[in-house]
């Protein structure tokens, strides 16, 4: 390929959603993605992304929003794991991609708390 060959890369809404999903996935305090039921039975069907916990909408100026949707582990606060999951998110798109984030929006979903049964055997095992 030369110089003087235009090329065109496109990458796909699942690879933005892939790359937030894994991005807020890894912020401690994040127990796990979550789906949000939309009361629209049409809006579900039309996020393909919906199902990760993940809904990525492109711009037609290439300007990306992300909206997250989690469960907060208990006993974190809810307002640093979310802004630690933004931040996240902004920095991964960013530094593998072209895009530029415009906003990343993030619904906690629910906060999950460990059974007593759970808390019984932690303690047994240690």
């Known amino acids: 390929m030369s110089a003087n060959d235009i090329s065109n890369i496109k990458i796909s809404n699942d690879v933005i959603s892939t790359i937030a999903a894994v991005a807020a996935s890894e ?6 993605l979550s789906t949000l039921l939309s009361s ?7 996020k393909k992304n919906a199902g990760k916990g993940v ?3 492109v711009a037609d100026n290439g300007d990306v ?3 997250v ?6 006993n974190y606060k809810i307002q640093d794991v979310a802004l630690n999951v933004q931040n996240q998110v902004i920095r991964a798109i960013s530094d593998m991609t ?4 415009s906003a990343v929006n993030v619904n906690v979903v629910s906060v999950n708390i460990r059974t007593a049964s759970e808390t019984q055997k932690s303690a047994e095992n240690k």
Do not use: E, R
Request: no cysteine; charged share 20%; aromatic share 14%.
């Open 40 to 46: 629209n039975f049409k809006d579900l069907i039309s």
């Open 69 to 74: 949707n989690m469960i907060v582990k208990y």
């Open 98 to 101: 072209d895009f530029n984030v």
């Open 65 to 67: 929003t992300v909206t």
């Open 27 to 32: 912020v401690d305090g994040v127990y796990a």
């Open 55 to 57: 809904v990525v909408d």
